[in-house]
């Protein structure tokens, strides 16, 4: 049902929606070898030939919460 405010038009609530994606990252996992081992044969096959970290991924997320991105919405960012 539709709110007779919003006549079907979320922009004037100024909702946004946005979701991120992310591939691993560096966390502390519980794996039959190490971390250091993981994050190196893992991030050979990653674009950057790194491993995201956790700090990254918020990043993101606060700018698409922020006035920065009041224009993007609807969008799903995979984050590699």
Known sequence: MQSSKSN?????L???CNS???ATTKLEADC???MEQFA???????CMKRLGTTQ???NLVVV???NLCNF???TNFTVV
Do not use: D, V
């Open 8 to 12: 079907g038009n979320w922009s004037q």
């Open 14 to 16: 100024l909702l946004r």
């Open 20 to 22: 991120t994606i992310s």
């Open 32 to 34: 039959n070898i190490t």
């Open 40 to 46: 190196e044969q893992f991030s050979l096959m990653q």
């Open 56 to 58: 990254e991924i918020a």
């Open 64 to 66: 698409l919460a922020s």
């Open 72 to 74: 993007i919405t609807g």
